[in-house]
Every structure is written in C-alpha cells, then in structure tokens.
C-alpha cells in the first residue's frame, strides 16, 4: 500500500512541540559529545536521556507523518503521552544531575559548552512538559488510561523507582532492613510497569477483574508498602547501630554511598505522596462509576 504523507501531524501545536524537543535534545547531546565531558554514570545517563529524546521524538514524527503509527498494535496516544511524561521526567534530571556534577568548582574545562548543553537540556524539559499539557485527557475527555493523571502519575512512579534503584545499588544488601525496602521498591515498580505495558498493548479489557477496582486496591497496598520502606530505609542507613549518621569526610560529589542513601530517602518520601494522590484519584474512579 502507499505511503500518504500526513503534515497536518507536523504543522499542529503538538508537532512544533516535537520539532523543538528534537533540535534541544540535538543541541544538548552535541555539544556534551564535542568535548567529551559526560563521564562516570551520571555523564552516560545524561547523555542517555538526550539521545533517547531525540531517537524517540524522531521516530514519532516520522510514524505519525507518514500515518504508519496506525499500524501499529499499540495504543498509539497513550505511548506518546507516557513518552512525554518520561521524557519530561528525563531531561528535568539531566537538568538538575549534568551542572551538579560537571559545572562543580574544580570542573570548569569547557564550561561555556555544559553550560549551553545545561541550558538546552532545561529547555528539552520545558518543550516536553508542555507536550504532556497538550496531549494530556482533559475534563470529561474520553482516552486512553495513560492521558490521564492517574496513568501519568503511574509514568511518574515507575520514574522514581527506577532512580531509586540507581542510587541504593551496592547499599540495599548491607541488613535485612534495606532489603525490605529494595523488595517494596522491586515489586511495586513491576506492578505499576505492568499496568503501563497493558494499556499500552490495550490488553487491559482482557483482565478477569474491574480494572478500577484493582487499581485501588494495588494504590492502597503500595501506599503501606512505602509507608514502611519510608520508615525502615532511614533507620537502616542512618542508625548508628546499622550505617553512618553523618556524612564521611571523604566523600566525593558524584561518587558517594551516603549521598545516594540521603537521595533514597528523599525519592522513598515522594514516591509515597506520589502513590497517596494516585490512590485518591483511583478512589474518586471508583466512586464516580459506581454513581
């Protein structure tokens, strides 16, 4: 069959969105790449995000304008969307990671160039944030599960998680405390990337159980599941009896266990708000279709 070219998928708001998305991730991976200045796993993870953004966002344009995305087996606007979300997730990180660590004091070799790959990665997170406003299911819209907030925070959970896997790999084996906590990390986080391959896939009418239902009951059991990994992970690190209170002098930025241990806390805290607002959100799903 031909092939029928679909600019309108180009010329609209949500296509010059991508267009800006991929000439920032361009910009930012190019110049990091021109003077080599992404070493270590913080460099590689940035550089990793703003390849991916740019493949991804690439290969998007072209399905869409050549209308080949159709074909696909896929719920095509929630893959975009979630996408979005990721990506957004991504390059605020990259934002945030690639100055702390490769504009610190001592680290100043070709400054001017991180500095303007920093200022496009903050303007990719930007572009996808605002990708993600306009694609996202609004008020009363009917979509897909994944445009939605509660599908968003999802995204959101699944992103966290996967930091937090980062930052405590090498630690979590120390005491049966912080396994506990990479255990409720692990099984929550398969959980919620499930939920997101089976939207995705549209294989979520093919469940033996109320989908809605579900999902308030796994909310509630990740809510309690956090609320003692919240709880256990401090103490297991920071307890005199267990790790150390307070920071090791010698410690280096990038490259230091407790620093990691202190983020863990941090990210266990906001993935726990994160999964109580979705458990309010899959509770006013259920009373809305009971009503």
């Known amino acids: 069959m031909p092939v029928r070219l ?20 361009c910009t930012a991976f190019s110049l990091v790449a021109h003077v080599g200045q992404y070493s270590g796993s913080y460099g590689g993870w940035c550089m990793f995000t703003w390849c991916l953004s740019f493949a991804v966002s690439v290969l998007i344009i072209v399905l869409e304008l050549t209308a080949l995305y159709s074909r696909i087996p896929i719920s095509w606007d929630d893959f975009t969307t979630s996408f979005a979300m990721l990506a957004t997730l991504m390059n605020l990180t990259a934002s945030i990671i690639y100055p702390t660590i490769f504009l610190a004091p001592g680290n100043q070799a070709h400054s001017d160039f991180k500095i303007a790959a920093t200022a496009m990665s903050c303007l990719c997170f930007v572009a996808y944030a605002v990708e993600v406003g306009l694609t996202r299911a609004k008020p009363g819209e009917v979509s897909g599960f994944l445009k939605t907030v509660p599908g968003l925070l999802k995204v959101l959970e699944a992103f966290i998680a996967c930091i937090i896997f980062i930052t405590v790999d090498g630690s979590y084996q120390a005491n049966s405390g912080r396994q ?19 939207t995705i896939a549209k294989l979520l009418a093919l469940l033996p159980f109320p989908f809605e239902r579900f999902l308030a009951v796994y909310n509630i059991l990740a809510v309690l599941m956090y609320i003692t990994a919240a709880i256990v992970w401090p103490i ?11 920071r090791p002098s010698q410690c280096e930025r990038g490259n230091c266990l407790w620093d990691n ?8 805290f ?13 509770a006013r799903l259920i009373f809305i279709a009971q009503a």
């Open 236 to 246: 297991f690190c920071f307890n005199a009896r267990y790790g150390k209170p307070t």
């Open 180 to 198: 506990w906590c990479m255990a409720v990390y692990c099984i929550c986080f398969i959980v919620t990337f499930l939920i997101i391959i089976l």
């Open 261 to 268: 241990q202190v983020i863990a806390s941090v990210l266990t």
């Open 270 to 282: 906001a993935n726990l708000a994160v999964y109580i607002v979705d458990l309010i959100y899959s």
């Open 6 to 25: 679909d600019f309108k998928s180009l010329t609209g708001a949500v296509g010059i969105v991508r267009f800006f998305e991929i000439f920032l991730s």
